[in-house]
């Protein structure tokens, strides 16, 4: 992507992101950056959301160069390094160099969030929904499910960062660094990390211009530099604090998750079915907890069996 504070004109700047588009027919695309050992959650994900998502749902799925013909025929496979700068070059433990900025090398997670970031400043779509590989859907959902009254819904979960979310904090920092907000460690902080994460593109392009503006760098540089980082929180920060707010804000993910990074075991799976509320739409059970296949799929089988009953929220 281009410098986006070249590209974009003071015509539209000044339309502000935030501004109602009621005449707008609304669209919703979703974004997964994925990569080969992850490959069947991602078939199960793109299987949920061709039963539950809307019929005019676009699923754009990213993965590594390596991986494009594994990933054939399981949504709109586009490839990793189609949605980086020129001067990021990959090599061998997953770290990329900056060779506009070699040092620090930038890690794999870090890359991701620059994909993410840039796949949905593309969007022409009215919502850009960021879904990770081990999500799957288990309800019927649709665009108005994150979008009202021309508003993209914001998630925050308000004064939920406390003083023993030290990453959390450290997100907090060096998002207001980026955007060049005064640095304030006053707690509790404000949590906007969600899956699946609803991002509105426009807010997404003029934030990435905020960071230009106030770093002097094309963004993905700025980024990249940083050893901890957080698109959910950069995203947060700049909607409240720069942009005063949204009006649509929930403060509900509409996932219920498993973080922990065991596999499930029956007892495990009997807890997690606990959590779930009428409101929830999707699961996330963490790739890291190397839950097997077959465990997984029968936790999510009983999920969709209780919410079978429940209207969808959408």
Same mark, same amino acid.
């Given at each position: 992507? +281009?410098?986006?504070?070249?590209?974009?004109?003071?015509?539209?700047?000044?339309?502000?992101?935030?501004?109602? &588009?009621?005449?707008?027919?609304?669209?919703? @695309?979703? %974004?997964?950056? @994925?990569?080969?050992?992850?490959?069947?959650?991602?078939?199960?994900?793109?299987?949920?959301?061709?039963?539950?998502?809307?019929?005019?749902?676009? !699923?754009?799925? %990213?993965?590594?160069?390596?991986?494009? +013909?594994?990933?054939?025929?399981?949504?709109?496979?586009?490839?990793? @390094?189609?949605?980086?700068?020129?001067?990021?070059?990959?090599?061998?433990?997953?770290?990329?160099?900056?060779?506009?900025?070699?040092?620090?090398?930038?890690?794999?997670?870090?890359?991701?969030?620059?994909?993410?970031?840039?796949?949905?400043?593309?969007?022409?779509?009215?919502?850009?929904?960021?879904?990770?590989?081990?999500?799957?859907?288990?309800?019927?959902?649709?665009? @108005?499910?994150?979008?009202?009254?021309?508003?993209?819904?914001?998630?925050?979960?308000?004064?939920?960062?406390?003083?023993?979310?030290?990453? !959390?904090?450290?997100? !907090?920092?060096?998002?207001?660094?980026?955007?060049?907000?005064?640095?304030?460690?006053?707690?509790?902080?404000?949590?906007?990390?969600?899956?699946?994460?609803?991002?509105?593109?426009?807010?997404? &392009?003029?934030?990435?211009?905020?960071?230009?503006?106030?770093?002097?760098?094309?963004?993905?540089?700025?980024?990249?530099?940083?050893?901890?980082?957080?698109?959910?929180?950069?995203?947060?920060?700049?909607?409240?604090?720069?942009?005063?707010?949204?009006?649509?804000?929930?403060?509900?993910?509409?996932?219920?998750?498993?973080?922990?990074?065991?596999?499930?075991?029956?007892?495990? %799976?009997?807890?997690?079915?606990?959590?779930?509320?009428?409101?929830? %739409?999707?699961?996330?059970?963490?790739?890291?907890?190397?839950?097997?296949?077959?465990?997984? &799929?029968?936790?999510?089988?009983?999920? +969709?069996?209780?919410?079978?009953?429940?209207?969808?929220?959408?």
């Amino acid at each position: 992507m +281009e410098n986006l504070s070249r590209r974009q004109s003071n015509q539209d700047m000044a339309s502000g992101p935030l501004l109602e &588009r009621k005449n707008e027919v609304p669209s919703l @695309s979703v %974004i997964t950056p @994925s990569y080969r050992p992850d490959l069947e959650l991602c078939q199960e994900l793109n299987r949920s959301l061709q039963k539950y998502g809307p019929p005019s749902l676009n !699923h754009t799925i %990213i993965v590594p160069a390596v991986d494009l +013909e594994a990933f054939t025929g399981v949504g709109d496979v586009r490839v990793a @390094s189609g949605y980086l700068p020129k001067s990021f070059i990959p090599v061998p433990g997953n770290i990329w160099i900056n060779l506009r900025r070699p040092f620090p090398p930038i890690r794999g997670w870090i890359t991701q969030q620059v994909i993410k970031l840039e796949a949905a400043a593309r969007s022409k779509a009215s919502v850009a929904l960021l879904v990770d590989s081990d999500m799957v859907f288990i309800r019927p959902f649709s665009v @108005s499910t994150f979008y009202r009254n021309g508003q993209t819904r914001f998630y925050r979960a308000a004064n939920a960062v406390h003083s023993g979310m030290q990453r !959390h904090i450290l997100w !907090h920092r060096v998002a207001r660094k980026l955007l060049g907000l005064p640095p304030s460690d006053q707690l509790p902080l404000h949590d906007y990390i969600c899956w699946p994460m609803a991002w509105d593109p426009e807010v997404v &392009r003029s934030m990435l211009r905020r960071v230009e503006e106030m770093t002097g760098m094309q963004w993905q540089s700025a980024i990249a530099a940083q050893l901890h980082f957080s698109e959910g929180i950069l995203y947060g920060v700049y909607v409240d604090e720069v942009l005063g707010g949204a009006p649509y804000s929930e403060k509900t993910m509409l996932c219920v998750n498993y973080w922990d990074e065991t596999p499930f075991d029956e007892r495990a %799976i009997e807890a997690f079915m606990s959590q779930a509320s009428p409101s929830d %739409i999707a699961v996330m059970i963490s790739a890291k907890s190397r839950t097997p296949l077959e465990a997984r &799929r029968r936790a999510l089988a009983a999920m +969709e069996v209780i919410h079978t009953s429940i209207p969808s929220p959408g």
